[in-house]
């Protein structure tokens, strides 16, 4: 029996060059008396985008499926029209079954409540019965770890406990359906472990789950099927594995290099990233000979650090969507040390020559400050490049010439001892 | 089950009935958490109105009814004007002031103006037990007309839900609202027999009093706790125009709330 059956969908936007979302009275007064006098032009203004266009699917009870694709795909849009936050403006959802969404954590927390308040209210708005709530109430205070402040009003959290209650509340949701976005990206890496945890667990159990995420090593571990969304319609369905390799192959596997403008520039007034370049010291940056060293550059605008200390980290996934590494500028104790002007900002990462595997490698990029963790600007697959081994004998695999397995390739240095056989 | 009923989306209602009781909660909560009185504002504001219009135009001869202290007058209009004023201008901006949850969860829309008009009623309660006491101070016994209380409230309920969450789907899509609903409030207050009696109006003016969807509840209330004439048979066409105010101000909420996420 399918669960959630998509046909058609289709999600359009009006984009006013000049116009608010919401309309000024007089404006619309004014257009309804031309409209009585028989003017009927349209504001030229105007501009359509469809967020969404002519998908269709359907997803079996029990299945965990994962929707990909880069930012501004449309994946955002269909969850909120399958959650009925929105509706669509062509074609039709249905979902057969109590559905639960979580488009965030901590969904209707307010500030002056207790904790224990909160919990009631933001289970009561996800969906939860009261008499479910009270019933699990004791598990998701223990889950969260929040027993001993309970009583504090939640404006009283650090960021970190607010996120702890707030997904412990959702995890205990039990809808046939849930709709996840991205929410586990999100705590320290203890929490995280323990809510991927958790929802694998939530998988099982007959319950249909889709789930919205970058983050393609949780797709690989969650979902075992994958819908790759690509301008508002589905470029791929199937395996996970192979979706996402096809994902990294599509033009996000392309660019060498992102540059956005002051407008479009993903950031807050803390850090907005201006560029994300990668430069091969030798050669084309499509292409990175295996034994070269590369430069990752971040250019980012810091306007507003006063008291904080934006930092640069890079992810490196290979086409499998295995992180690789993460790094951090913080690895330079004088940047991280000294106090942040407004200003740009050029953060340039080397990587060594004989150190990454064959293949494609993709690079997110963000701004970040710590204690507590805020994520500023990130950019998901900003970058990725091919490296290819054309090494005759003097990288990391010799003379050896067939595949070479391991996810990076380092050249490591050994120290040999011998002791040579001692005949008498 | 039929048509209509889906096209308000009322069974939804019923079905998120406990949500609809946590925002209540919530929103009551929250606000008193915030002040330092307390639920002493919900004696404070009708009795310092009363207190305002009593020595302002109190004297003026002819507002009350004959051997009606004015003060007593005015306060068994007050009270109800309070629900009223407290629940359209909190829910005009409910709407958009709940844009956190609304783009990140589907509930019937509809229950965030019903919970903010919800969270004034113990306010409401308050100040009926504060009227009856102060009746009683000053020698008003309640007859048997008090028997219209409840439909009383019901309708006035029913015409401040309407009013608010109109004017809540229209501040979604007009800012401008924001700013006109303390005008129109204050227009409002004095279109009602509040703080004086309808019998002041001239004859001229009768028909376009009736339509005031607040004249007949208005009346009404004071009706079932003061006695005296009973109220005229304006009062049903307010009492229906109060209906009709709800069923267009429904369906308009319903025609907003498809779009709501996207324009918040």
Partial sequence: MSRIVVEGLGKRYRVGATQAPYGRLTESLWNAARGLLGGREKREADREFWALRDVSFSIPEGAAVGVIGRNGAGKSTLLKILSRITEP?????????????????????????????????????????????????????????????????????SSGMKVRLGFAVAAFLEPEILLVDEVLAVGDAEFQKKSLGKMSELGGGGRTVLFVSHSMPSILRLCPQAILLDKGRVLATGASGEVVRRYLESDVGRTSQRVWTVDDAPGDVVARLRSVRVVARDGSPDEIDIRQPLDVEVTYWSSDPSGLRPSVNLHF?????????????????????????????HATCRVPGNFLAEGRVTVTAAVSTYDPTVVHAVEWDAIAFQVVDRSEGDGVRGVYAADWPGVVRPMLEWDIAFEPTVRD | MGQGRRLLGLE??????????????????????QTAFGLAWAILQPLLLMLVFSVSIGRIAGLAPDGMAYPLFALSGLVPWTLFSQGVSGASDSLVGGESIITKVYFPRLIVPLAVVGSFLPDFVVGLLLLLIVLGVGGVTPSVTLLALPLAALALIVTTVGVGSFLAALNVRYRDVRYAVPFLLQLWLFGSPIVYASSVIGPSFRVVYAINPLAGPIELFRWSLLGGTPPSPSIAVSTAVSLAVLVVALSYFRRVERTLADVI
Wanted: charged share 30%.
């Fill in chain 1, 89 to 157: 403006t062509t074609g039709r959802a249905e979902l057969r079954g109590r559905v639960g969404s979580l488009l965030e954590v901590g969904t209707g927390f307010h500030p002056e409540l207790t904790g224990r308040e909160n919990v009631f209210l933001s289970g009561a708005i996800l969906g939860m019965r009261r008499a479910e709530i009270a019933r699990r109430f004791d598990e998701i205070v223990d889950f969260a770890g929040a027993s001993q402040f309970l009583d504090t009003p939640v404006k009283r959290y």
């Fill in chain 2, 12 to 33: 939804d209602l019923w079905e998120y009935r406990e949500l609809l009781y946590f925002l209540t909660w919530r929103d009551l909560k929250v606000r008193y958490k």
């Fill in chain 1, 317 to 345: 996934y290979n086409d499998e969507g295995v992180c690789l590494f993460v790094t951090n500028d913080w690895s330079n104790r004088d940047w991280w040390t000294q106090p942040r002007r407004p200003g740009l900002v």
